[in-house]
């Protein structure tokens, strides 16, 4: 039997998803969460993006997040997700605030590190594991989904904790042994119930073999159900257009709703590119800017109109040290491949090391506010390119505290650590200790199922 056959008895009047190399049929919602990526390599798109009616953008400063991101979430998922269902996975995935605060003088931050792994990844790892419970729930078979992830870091806490104690779902998360830093291991080696942390001695590249290896593997997939959860996943991907709604909103609760500028850290371009579909769908968005680490491909495309990836290297914002971003396919999508029409709608900034630490202290000394190395990208590319009368949006990818030995040597002051993080480090770790040899990852799942 097929492991996957249940989830495909949909039928044909919902949303579709399309490959963006387009060769391939479309698939339904349950399919393209499930599969992640396209059979052709490509990203799933849905094949409609609602504009949202007039009406909705008027009182929407008088909506409150919930409200606006069920609205939202409807647009995408209200063909595939009973009403009262969706609500609620909107519900339990947002069970934090995304605020908006003023740094200085026409410029915002919108803070997305409330949620508990202390990273906006939290809102699309928390709506994937909750619309994949909801498809086992609806097809049930009995069996346990088994989700795999190879992490360098952010995601494992993110998908880890997204997961924690959903049923019917085991995650396993493989992580380079002595290459996360301590605050990241202890995010998910920590958590016990349906999360086992697998230490592998290699590096990330190795972890992102073996997670690959088994998704191929024909006696491991028949013996088991294998999903991913990376962030191409639409379920990880689409939900990110929730808090450019409330963002918005907030900007315009203070009379701040003419002229913004969204400015997004951007690394593997998904967050950038849920801001381009909540636009598509009506948000009232003058333009965005992509700001870049030393990783400039999409920089130099803006430039050129030529994309060349290349090796990334590593900065102090390194979950922006990608050289070859995923979504950038899902950008040219959305534009039909167009470079005059994306270049006019996106600016793009490159920032050195340097001066990611200047900012920081700058911004510090000058506001109090205390940024992270990503939320620094974010702020210098305003300060570069924000013109007179426009109002400045940044997104704050993560907390400080994420990165507490770089922001504390950098702003010379101790920063409080949340108490969420605090308890994440009074854990116990408990992980699983992997060779980087396929066969023995392979045995190990294999005696569990
Ligand atoms: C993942 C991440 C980014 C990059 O987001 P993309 O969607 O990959 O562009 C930026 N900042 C932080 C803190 C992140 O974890």
Same mark, same amino acid.
């Given at each position: ?115 508990? +792994?202390? &990273?906006?990844?939290?809102?699309? !790892? /928390? @709506? ?5 419970? #909801? %498809? ?90 294998? +999903?991913? &959860?990376?962030?191409?996943?639409? !379920? /990880? @991907? ?5 808090? #450019? %709604? ?204």
């Amino acid at each position: 039997m097929r492991p996957n056959a249940y989830l495909q008895t949909l039928n044909n009047n919902l949303m579709k998803y399309y490959s963006t190399n387009h060769s391939v049929p479309e698939v339904s919602l349950s399919e393209a969460v499930v599969k992640g990526l396209a059979a052709d390599r490509g990203l799933f798109m849905p094949e409609r993006i609602e504009k949202l009616p007039k009406e909705f953008f008027d009182n929407i400063e008088k909506l409150n997040l919930h409200d606006i991101a069920v609205r939202v979430a409807e647009a995408f998922f209200g063909e595939d997700v009973e009403p009262e269902a969706l609500e609620k996975i909107v519900r339990d995935t947002l069970s934090f605030d995304t605020p908006v605060v003023e740094v200085e003088k026409d410029i915002y931050s919108l803070e997305l590190f409330h949620g508990p +792994t202390l &990273a906006f990844k939290d809102v699309g !790892a /928390r @709506f994937m594991a909750r619309l994949l419970q #909801y %498809f086992i729930n609806k097809g049930s078979d009995g069996r346990t989904v088994n989700v795999l992830v190879a992490t360098s870091g952010d995601t494992g806490s993110a998908v880890a904790n997204g997961f924690l104690g959903v049923e019917g779902i085991h995650v396993y998360v493989l992580y380079p042994k002595g290459k996360v830093s301590p605050i990241q291991e202890c995010q998910f080696t920590t958590l016990g119930k349906n999360i086992t942390a697998i230490e592998v001695d290699g590096n990330f590249d190795d972890c992102q073999r073996l997670v690959k290896s088994a998704f191929l593997d024909v006696e491991l997939n028949s013996r088991m159900l294998l +999903t991913s &959860a990376n962030s191409i996943n639409v !379920a /990880r @991907f689409l939900p990110q257009a929730f808090y #450019y %709604f409330s963002g918005y909103a907030q900007l315009k609760a203070k009379g701040r709703g003419e002229e913004i500028v969204v400015c997004v850290p951007s690394g593997n371009f998904g967050n950038i590119t849920a801001g381009l579909i909540a636009h598509r769908m009506g948000l009232p968005i003058k333009r965005f800017i992509a700001a870049n680490n030393a990783n400039d491909i999409f920089y130099n495309y803006l430039q050129t109109g030529e994309y060349c990836p290349k090796a990334s290297v590593q900065t102090l914002a390194n979950a922006m040290d990608v050289g070859d971003p995923s979504n950038f396919a899902r950008v040219l999508d959305l534009y039909a491949g167009k470079h005059e029409v994306i270049a006019s709608l996106i600016s793009g900034t490159t920032i050195s090391d340097a001066e990611i630490a200047e900012t920081m202290k700058r911004c510090y000394e000058q506001t109090g506010y205390v940024l992270d190395p990503h939320g620094a990208c974010g702020y210098l590319a305003l300060k570069r390119q924000l013109k007179e009368g426009e109002t400045g949006l940044f997104l704050e990818t993560a907390h400080p505290a994420k990165f507490l030995e770089t922001v504390t040597d950098i702003i010379g002051k101790e920063i409080e650590i949340p108490e969420r993080l605090q308890e994440f480090m009074n854990g116990k770790k408990q992980s699983v200790a992997m060779t980087s040899d396929f066969a023995d990852l392979k045995s190990y799942l294999l005696q569990l199922s």
